[in-house]
């Protein structure tokens, strides 16, 4: 499966240990058409210094939704450990 995101957009919030985005997520499965959806994540670390991805779907995407939230958990803490996020 490919997923991208894209889009990357922060929402200011005072809180300190909660980042939260808006973003699209380009996806593709078993070679179909490429399809869009809105998301909006966040990434919470708690007191130990463990970050939990919390994803919510502005649009339901016309695919199993549990597949592509565990590659897209991946995806964002993989952009998160590179710095890459906004």
């Known amino acids: 499966m490919d ?9 200011e919030l005072p809180l300190a240990y909660r980042r939260v985005f808006r973003a699209t997520v380009r996806f593709r499965a078993n070679h179909a058409l490429e399809a869009a959806t809105p998301i909006e994540f966040a990434v ?9 991805i919390h994803v919510e779907w502005l649009e339901h995407p ?12 991946q995806r964002i803490a993989e952009l998160d450990a590179a710095g890459q996020l906004p």
């Open 44 to 52: 919470e670390s708690d007191a130990l210094g463990q970050s939990h």
């Open 62 to 73: 016309d695919y199993p939704v549990v597949p592509l939230l565990r590659v897209l958990r």
């Open 3 to 11: 997923v991208r995101i894209e889009e990357i957009r922060r929402n």
